[in-house]
């Protein structure tokens, strides 16, 4: 596999360790954070100016304005040939807008959702990628070493700014149902006097059931680090994905009643203490190191 040299803006829980898994697979990556302290650079212009051309600039900043002023910035930076990946979460709107300013410039647009968490460093990223085939090749090898190992993992969505963050938008609306579902069946087992060791009947269906998943696995060490969840507060947040992807089911007129619910869900749990949003931020805590609101 061959080596490349990337500029990644964006060093948090991500993007750090994305940092890291590209250098330990040989590639030359220098991040820009506005954090200095974990920064190699002190601007953009500086992180800029130290890439060979045609630049590669990869994005992973929080989606909406700070992405926007980003990609903004690094317009007027720069030069015809370049190409910028937005890897956050941004809404897949957004990437034909950012794709046709770009564009005036000549400069290349890949929109990447990435699915992984803070396990990404160990296992790699699920890496969902959209836009022209000659500008995602120019940071292919980047990809290669992101992704996890074996033949899956990597997929380009379609040619259309937007395809990649569209197709993650929708794992993640799938997400918030598989989590409700898990959350609802403890909250049941937990009630249930006639049910005793929870934990260990979660734990007894990761092995040989239709149910099996990684986030079982999450909610199982969980679960038996703290039984009954006393120290979460039944609060659980949402990214946004998940409305997005109510809205784009209502613009193409899909049914989704187990995301849709999910989703209200996690308004219900702002309202007052929730049981089962417990597990559901146990699980966002286990995968992607979401903070948890302590009781």
Request: proline residues 3%.
């Amino acid at each position: 596999m061959c080596s490349m040299d990337i500029g990644l803006i964006g060093l948090g829980k991500m993007g750090g360790n994305m940092r890291t898994r590209l250098r330990n697979g040989g590639h030359t990556v220098v991040g820009y954070d506005r954090n200095q302290e974990i920064s190699d650079v002190a601007s953009l212009a500086e992180m800029v100016e130290a890439l060979p051309s045609p630049k590669v600039v990869w994005v992973m900043v929080p989606a909406g304005d700070p992405t926007r002023s980003t990609i903004a910035e690094l317009k007027e930076l720069l030069s015809e040939g370049d190409l910028v990946v937005d890897g956050g979460n941004s809404k897949y709107t957004d990437d034909a807008i950012n794709a046709a300013s770009l564009a005036e410039k000549g400069i290349g647009f890949v929109d990447c959702g990435v699915s992984g968490g803070v396990w990404g460093l160990q296992n790699g990223y699920a890496l969902m990628y959209g836009g022209k085939t000659e500008d995602a090749e120019k940071v292919m090898p980047a990809l290669l070493t992101l992704k996890p190992e074996g033949e899956d993992g990597l997929v380009h969505c379609g040619q259309t700014p937007g395809a990649g963050h569209f197709s993650k938008m929708v794992h993640n609306g799938i997400e918030y149902a598989m989590m409700q579902s898990y959350a609802e069946g403890w909250e049941l087992l937990e009630k249930a006097e006639i049910v005793e060791n929870v934990p260990e009947i979660f734990a007894s269906w990761r092995t040989g059931t239709v149910v099996r998943s990684w986030l079982l696995d999450l909610l199982v060490d969980q679960i038996r680090a703290d039984e009954h969840l006393d120290k979460i507060r039944g609060y659980a947040d949402d990214s946004g994905e998940g409305r997005w992807t109510v809205e784009a089911a209502i613009e193409h007129a899909v049914p989704l009643p187990a995301i849709s619910a999910s989703l209200f869900a996690r308004f219900v749990s702002r309202q007052e203490d929730d049981y089962a949003m417990k597990a559901i931020a146990a699980m966002r805590n286990g995968f992607g190191g979401h903070a948890v609101k302590g009781e």
